[in-house]
């Protein structure tokens, strides 16, 4: 996957991640390596120990190694700390860790602040995610305060937890809270359960087969099923015998090939996963990411395969005699499918369109010339990718993004509109269930209230609450949500949230975390600002959300306008934000702060080396830095669809242009710092913020401090376990506070 997620569970890893590591979508996926145009490895000068301009950071080697690049010659003079598991660079990692661990524990407040953020924590319900309905049951992960990993529970169509009970609890599978669950898929009958498992944050994924009414596991453990390059899928055969996955290469391979060429197997419960048959994905690109679906209908199987991450997409159908029938192609410009129960195939197609209309391909029917269009192409987008469509008998449900909120539009069967959900101001639509009957579940996420879980009546047209909700010990009442707009360098005019207690002054006095995320088409919806949120605004501080582009706000007009070589807008946008909080009196560059993670930490990146002298402090979690080495890394061959080549003239010379590593200047007054990072990430490698990091440290010349954390007790963020997670959270916090002076 990218830095995004392949798979809907990745998408809330974010739970764990959300509660802490600023609600963001961390949607990077590990970036899979493509080999670099020309590596002359030259070393450029004399190796030797630097000595940090940052007072106190430890001293650090420069090594320079000269790459050229079409002519280009491009020096990096920390290529030595690309070595992970190397001697030198686990002592300078160690040493980076030492100092950093002081500063911060030094922090007066910072363990108030710690202690502070885990009573909201472990004080509300923990939220829900990832619904799965099955005759007369619903499936949910829970991800309860209590314990360190979300449960999956069971209980039934009434959407009550209190009849509810744990299936699977990957705390009692491993004590230590490292082992977590990926994704889950039950079967047709709900009688069973396939789980990826994954440890320490890994995403490396073995599916195992658990008993939904003992929670036994019954012995079945296929591997190498989910990657955080690709991800990972199953679907279940109609009458349970079964199941198709997605398989990475084994022994038949090279190592260098194992996270890609994913493909679809077939195993049969009671058997041995080494014979699984082969299914389909032969012809697949190397970098497919598969998603697999036949929950509306269990004789067929709706292949979904992306081409990386960068929007193309192709669609499958296998039907019960074996056949694969192949329905879109990567140029057609199809990004999302959804199947009805009698086996219509709903499909929302962007080409010629951006915004998305919706496609109707009756059953049996698979050719895409055949489809007719129901819904036409309108002023609002339908979200991009995966989550755009629901269908149940009757009633077909269209989500739309506007700028970031979502709404949600109901059309029966001949796409007749029928009105629209009943949705709060400034929400999220965060999942679809479909139910049977034709109603639907969907979970709500705003700003200023915990999420939860409301059914939607098709025929009545009516919202209704039901008990799936996570309570909050932290209460918004004082709040206020303002939606506003600044204006980008080109022009174009980019929207961002304001969430503040009611009377802040605007007078420049605020203090202001300015936040976003702009790539790979994911919308950064509203979501509750549950313990960070609640914290900083009771110490008069300011939330901004900045909905920029490259992200899915305004479709995927809005998406292209921000990849490849337009990336730069991107940050553009956000500078925009960040200078109309200042020329509007919001905050004052001495009181603004930002912080992002994963393609929003390439994001804090660019931001702190192309506008330093707007921001007091930056913290950036498993971000991405040397743009022109992104490629080498296991999942950066996934990304290349999105950022871009080094092997393409242009887009090298748009990667080099912002690529924050190699436009770090010395003797720059820089803002202070907090790069933290992930020493089992696969998304993104814990590398990039090593030499950001070292980089920073030689070059700065104001009296900030530019800070390095890897744990070792995590990965991208998700799986991370709840203690640690808090503990992450209190130390950016408390960074923030301490640097903006917030007592």
């Given at each position: 996957m990218a830095l995004g997620p392949?798979?809907?569970?990745?998408?809330?890893?974010?739970?764990?991640?959300?509660?802490?590591?600023m609600e963001s979508r961390m949607a990077f996926k590990s970036l899979a390596p493509a080999s670099v145009v020309i590596v002359a490895g030259m070393l450029a000068v004399a190796a030797g120990p630097a000595v940090a301009s940052d007072p106190g950071a430890p001293p650090t080697a420069v090594e320079p190694v000269v790459d050229d690049y079409h002519g280009t010659s491009v020096s990096d003079p920390y290529r030595w700390l690309e070595d992970n598991d190397g001697p030198r660079v686990r002592a300078w990692t160690d040493a980076e860790n030492q100092r950093t661990r002081a500063l911060l524990d030094a922090i007066p407040g910072r363990a108030a602040l710690r202690d502070r953020l885990a009573d909201l924590i472990t004080g509300?319900?923990?939220?829900?995610?990832?619904?799965?309905?099955?005759?007369?049951?619903?499936?949910?992960?829970h991800a309860d305060p209590?314990?360190?990993?979300?449960?999956?529970?069971?209980?039934?169509?009434?959407?009550?937890p209190a009849k509810g009970r744990v299936v699977l609890d990957p705390n009692k599978l491993d004590p230590s809270g490292g082992t977590t669950v990926d994704w889950y898929v039950p079967s047709p009958d709900g009688r069973r359960i396939a789980v990826s498992l994954s440890q320490r944050g890994s995403e490396e994924g073995t599916v195992h087969v658990f008993e939904t009414k003992t929670g036994k596991d019954i012995g079945e453990a296929v591997p190498r099923v989910q990657f955080p390059t690709g991800g990972g899928s199953v679907a279940w055969r109609a009458d349970g015998s079964g199941f198709w996955y997605t398989r990475y290469p084994g022994e038949e391979r090279p190592e260098a090939d194992r996270r890609f060429f994913q493909q679809i197997f077939y195993h049969r419960i009671g058997t041995d996963p080494a014979k699984d048959a082969y299914v389909l994905g032969r012809d697949f690109p190397k970098i497919a990411e598969t998603r697999l679906d036949n929950r509306a209908n269990g004789r067929l199987l709706l292949a979904e395969v992306k081409n990386g991450d960068?929007?193309?997409?192709?669609?499958?159908?296998?039907?019960?005699?074996?056949k694969a029938h192949q329905v879109t192609r990567f140029e057609d410009g199809v990004t999302d499918a959804t199947m009805a129960p009698e086996g219509t195939?709903?499909?929302?197609?962007?080409?010629?369109?951006?915004?998305?209309?919706?496609?109707?391909?009756?059953?049996?029917?698979?050719?895409?010339?055949?489809a007719k269009e129901i819904v036409p192409a309108g002023e609002l987008s339908i979200q991009p990718g995966e989550g755009a469509l629901a269908a149940t008998r009757g009633y077909v449900y269209v989500h739309y993004v506007v700028g970031g909120p979502s709404e949600v539009h109901v059309f029966d069967a001949s796409g007749r509109a029928r009105g629209k959900l009943p949705l709060p101001e400034v929400s999220a639509a965060r999942g679809l269930t479909p139910l049977p009957g034709g109603d639907l579940l969907v979970t709500i996420g705003t700003y200023t209230k915990p999420i939860y879980t409301a059914r939607f009546d098709a025929k009545a047209g009516s919202l209704t609450a039901t008990g799936i909700a996570m309570t909050s010990p932290a209460t918004f009442d004082d709040a206020e949500v303002l939606r506003?707009?600044?204006?980008?360098?080109?022009?174009?005019?980019?929207?961002?949230?304001?969430?503040?207690?009611?009377?802040t002054p605007q007078d420049g006095s605020a203090p202001a975390l300015l936040t976003g995320y702009g790539g790979y088409g994911i919308v950064y919806a509203p979501?509750?600002?549950?313990?960070?949120?609640?914290?900083?605004?009771?110490?008069?501080?300011?939330?901004?959300?900045?909905?920029?582009?490259?992200?899915?706000?305004?479709?995927?007009?809005?998406?292209?306008?921000?990849?490849?070589?337009?990336?730069?807008?991107?940050?553009?946008?956000?500078?925009?934000?960040?200078?109309?909080?200042?020329?509007e009196h919001y905050t004052t560059p001495m009181r603004l702060a930002i912080e992002g993670g994963s393609n929003g930490g390439l994001l804090m990146g660019a931001a702190l080396t192309q506008h330093p002298e707007l921001f007091r402090a930056v913290v950036s979690h498993v971000g991405i830095y040397d743009m022109l080495r992104v490629e080498l890394d296991p999942n950066g061959l996934f990304n290349v669809t999105e950022f871009g080549t080094v092997k393409d003239p242009d887009q090298f010379a748009a990667l080099y242009a912002y690529s924050p590593y190699h436009h770090v200047v010395d003797g720059t007054a820089y803002p202070a710092v907090l790069l933290m990072a992930g020493e089992h990430d696969g998304r993104v490698n814990p590398m990039q913020s090593r030499k950001m990091a070292a980089r920073l440290q030689a070059a700065t010349g104001s009296d900030q401090p530019v800070l390095l954390l890897t744990s070792a007790q995590s990965g991208h963020g998700?799986?991370?376990?709840?203690?640690v997670a808090i503990e992450q959270s209190a130390d950016s916090m408390a960074f923030l506070f301490d640097r903006l002076g917030i007592k």
């Open positions: 392949a798979h809907a569970s990745s998408a809330l890893g974010q739970i764990s991640a959300t509660l802490l590591l509300a319900s923990g939220a829900w995610f990832e619904l799965e309905a099955r005759p007369g049951v619903l499936f949910a992960m209590k314990v360190q990993q979300p449960l999956l529970k069971v209980m039934g169509l009434d959407a009550d960068g929007g193309e997409v192709m669609h499958f159908v296998l039907t019960e005699d074996g195939l709903y499909l929302v197609s962007r080409q010629g369109s951006p915004n998305g209309r919706v496609l109707e391909l009756a059953p049996g029917h698979y050719d895409l010339a055949d506003a707009f600044a204006t980008s360098k080109d022009g174009t005019r980019v929207p961002f949230t304001i969430v503040r207690s009611k009377g979501s509750f600002l549950a313990s960070r949120g609640r914290v900083w605004l009771e110490h008069g501080g300011i939330m901004v959300i900045a909905n920029i582009r490259g992200g899915g706000e305004y479709g995927d007009a809005w998406h292209l306008a921000g990849n490849l070589t337009k990336k730069q807008n991107v940050f553009d946008d956000f500078t925009a934000v960040a200078q109309a909080l200042i020329d998700m799986g991370t376990a709840l203690s």
